[in-house]
């Protein structure tokens, strides 16, 4: 059986809470929605991150509110003079520090920045379907004309429904993205 899954690519964001927010842009200050992403949105508002070595200027902030996380590329990692852990979105435990500039302030985060590991939302319904199990890690085959590429350690993460757009999604960053010549929205498929 044909397992397609439909790749989206991550570009660098931040999430913050709301305490977070009330500091860098002002005390009851709201993000404006930009754009509705599946289980949430871009926001107008925008960081600055500043490192020891360097700073990356208009990051996205994605809303709605909830914990402080910063997902960067290795590339970018690179330019901050960084090694951020591969890790799964919200297990933030020990990562790296970064300071963030906003209009009204700024905030040195001890913990918070990560490199994002490629993973695959997927529902219930269609993980039944595709013969995949929660925390499974699969190789995904994704063709593109001149850089056909498998990615392995994909991890699966279940979810009743799938809240970020089609019911199997596999996000990767812009590194992962240009190393397999992806250019917007494609297809992959579980290969194994
Ligand atoms: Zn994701």
Same mark, same amino acid.
């Given at each position: 059986m044909?397992?397609?899954i439909?790749v989206?690519?991550?570009?660098r964001?931040?999430h913050?809470?709301?305490e977070?927010?009330d500091?860098?842009?002002? @005390? &009851? $200050?709201?993000l404006t929605v930009?754009?509705m992403?599946? *289980?949430?949105?871009?926001a =107008?508002?925008r960081?600055?991150l500043?490192?020891q070595?360097?700073?990356?200027?208009?990051?996205?902030?994605l809303?709605?509110f909830?914990?402080?996380?910063?997902?960067?590329?290795?590339?970018?990692?690179?330019?901050?003079g960084?090694q951020?852990?591969i890790?799964?979105?919200?297990?933030? @435990? &020990? $990562?790296?520090?970064?300071?963030?500039?906003?209009?009204a *302030?700024?905030?040195?985060? =001890?913990e918070?920045v990560?490199v994002?590991?490629?993973h695959?939302?997927?529902s219930q319904v269609?993980?039944?379907?595709?013969?995949?199990?929660?925390?499974q890690?699969?190789?995904?085959r994704?063709?593109?004309?001149?850089?056909?590429?498998?990615?392995?350690d994909v991890?699966?993460?279940?979810?009743?429904?799938?809240?970020f757009?089609?019911p199997?999604?596999?996000?990767?960053?812009t590194? =992962?993205?240009?190393?397999?010549?992806?250019v917007?929205s494609t297809?992959?498929?579980?290969v194994?």
């Open positions: 044909e397992r397609k439909f989206d690519i991550s570009a964001h931040v913050l809470t709301r977070n927010m500091v860098l842009f002002g @005390k &009851g $200050s709201e930009k754009k992403l599946g *289980g949430g949105f871009a =107008e508002e960081v600055t500043v490192s070595k360097d700073t990356l200027q208009n990051v996205t902030i809303g709605p909830r914990y402080t996380q910063v997902e960067i590329s290795m590339t970018d990692a690179r330019k901050l960084m951020p852990p890790r799964i979105s919200g297990n933030t @435990k &020990g $990562s790296a520090p970064i300071k963030l500039v906003g209009p *302030g700024e905030l040195d985060i =001890e918070g990560i994002a590991k490629r695959i939302h997927i269609v993980a039944d379907e595709y013969g995949i199990v929660n925390g890690e699969v190789k995904v994704v063709e593109t004309p001149d850089r056909t590429l498998v990615f392995e991890l699966c993460r279940i979810q009743a429904e799938a809240p757009g089609p199997a999604t596999m996000h990767i960053d590194d =992962e993205a240009n190393a397999s010549g992806i917007g297809y992959g498929y579980i194994d």
